[in-house]
């Protein structure tokens, strides 16, 4: 079985930031949609998927590097059948051959027959290992089917607002899929049972979060920035104008005489955080001036007030 930590390339005392790093790194690099041509890259993907699941769960990391579970999940096996001391491969105290052909010799061997009738109390006592055990070792789990990878692309505002987003599956039935808090770019979410049918039930699927760029909405970090456009006679005179948010138009009051790039916050209009909050809306004026007036150009020619003052005396200049 694969060791999780070596699949995702990190150390065993890897912390979670790390290990979410590493798995963003090769999730890129692996991702269906960028390896068309090399199907081996959807195999490693979902290796490395399902490594990064068993690392961040803090139960199933802890079993694992107790030897309880497999790189897989699976519960370890209770015998070293791999070879050594003690097991089937000729150290001391394990099974030898007799010469001859006449059977084994169990030199130094406790006696299974107690070791087994202990773990499988109340099978066929006497009635050798196949009882209740599925010959030697323990009855490995059926595979489950494949992971199916999916892209879905979310408008700019459905994932600022964490809308619902339906999506066609590959069986062709549609689910509304509730998006999650602290969504980025590159965020999987993993659809359990919705991948392809196997002995052992169904593969899961695997969505890879898209967020579409808006036309007048930037995002930075967990906030929303906007340049919003302004008259100069709302910015010399003041003025209550609509603004428009990921959450709908709001009225913000302009004070009189405001500069452009002029900053405004409006507060909880932006991304939804992992801890609840939200993030905010940075609004930044620009004034707009009308080009070819001949009268504001008049007026500036003749404004007693037009060489006084350096605004750019805070830039050394």
Known sequence: ???????????RTASE?????????????????????NPKASEKFSAVTNAYDLLTDKDKRARFDRGEIDGEGNPASPFGFGGGQGGFGGGTGGF???PGGGGFDFEGAPDLGDVFEGLF???????????????FGRRQPQPKGANVAYRLNVPFVDAATLKAQRITLADGKTIDL???ANLENGTQMRLAGKGQPGPGGAGDGIVTINIQPHRFFTREGDDVRLDLPVSLAEAVLGASIKVPTVEGAVMLTIPKGTSSGKVFRLRGRGF??????????????MVDLPADDAALTAFVENWPGRDKGNPRANLGV
């Open 17 to 37: 930031a790390d290990i979410k790093k590493a798995y963003r790194k090769l999730a890129k690099e692996l991702h269906p949609d960028k390896n068309k041509d």
């Open 178 to 180: 509730k998006l999650p």
């Open 272 to 285: 939804h955080k992992k801890d609840g909050t939200r993030g905010d809306q940075l609004v930044t004026l």
């Open 121 to 135: 109390s109340g099978g066929n006592k006497g009635g050798g290992f196949a009882s209740g055990f599925g010959g």
């Open 1 to 11: 079985m694969a060791d999780p930590y070596q699949t995702l390339g990190v150390a």
């Open 96 to 98: 030898r051959p007799q």
